[in-house]
T-cell receptor, first 113, second 107 residues
Framework: KAGVTQTPRYLIKTRGQQVTLSCSPI?????VSWYQQTPGQGLQFLFE???????NKGNFPGRFSGRQFSNSRSEMNVSTLELGDSALYLC????????????FGEGSWLTVV | GIQVEQSPPDLILQEGANSTLRCNFS?????LQWFHQNPWGQLINLFY???GTKQNGRLSATTVATERYSLLYISSSQTTDSGVYFC?????????FGKGTRLSVIA
């Protein structure tokens, strides 16, 4: 069974640009969550999608958005990039309800210059 | 929201030594997971353990839900055990992560 797949793995963007990151969950998993990891703030929850609906959202500005498609694949978008958005973005999937094991992808390393 | 504290923040061990990592959390949970983050950034599942005890090779974990803590035991440590270990917990909420324990195993 394939794991959680994230693309691209590495990318460099310029301040002011926007970026889209993609996540394909484990087959059969309907919940997809996104986390941001930085040295200063650690791992912080961005948002969670379940059956194409945003179920939870973390404390991030509106420049951060996401969506989930009918095949459970998810994308997150960051607009008007700032230097502080440089981070490892991690996607996770789980079968459905809370109380299940959550599996993470390898992450997307974003550098904003 | 739920608070998660991990200790110690850093740990240096000689190869072959044993260690115990601790995770304290502030509220009742229905999900507790231990992860090892590899040098490439991926979070590798070690245990899903909201309560009870589990073992997997040289690693074992115990969660005492009523006292709101979990312990990760690493026995006969190897250099490949180096990295950051995270505890993450959730009620009916997204996972909340601790700040991690950075483990360095020296040959």
């Amino acid at each position: 069974k394939a794991g959680v797949t994230q693309t691209p793995r590495y990318l460099i963007k310029t301040r002011g640009q926007q970026v889209t990151l993609s996540c394909s969950p484990i087959s059969g998993h309907r919940s997809v969550s996104w986390y941001q990891q930085t040295p200063g703030q650690g791992l912080q929850f961005l948002f969670e999608y379940f059956s194409e609906t945003q179920r939870n959202k973390g404390n991030f500005p509106g420049r951060f958005s996401g969506r989930q498609f009918s095949n459970s694949r998810s994308e997150m978008n960051v607009s008007t990039l700032e230097l502080g958005d440089s981070a490892l973005y991690l996607c996770a999937s789980s079968p459905d309800t809370y109380g299940n094991t959550i599996y993470f992808g390898e992450g997307s390393w974003l550098t904003v210059v | 929201g739920i608070q998660v504290e991990q200790s110690p923040p850093d740990l240096i061990l000689q190869e072959g030594a044993n260690s115990t990592l601790r995770c304290n959390f502030s509220d009742s949970v229905n999900n507790l997971q231990w992860f090892h983050q590899n040098p490439w950034g991926q979070l590798i599942n070690l245990f899903y353990i909201p309560s009870g005890t589990k073992q997997n090779g040289r690693l074992s974990a115990t969660t005492v839900a009523t006292e709101r803590y979990s312990l990760l035991y690493i026995s006969s440590s190897q250099t490949t055990d180096s990295g950051v270990y995270f505890c993450a917990v959730a009620g009916n909420t997204p996972l909340v992560f601790g700040k991690g324990t950075r483990l360095s195993v020296i040959a």
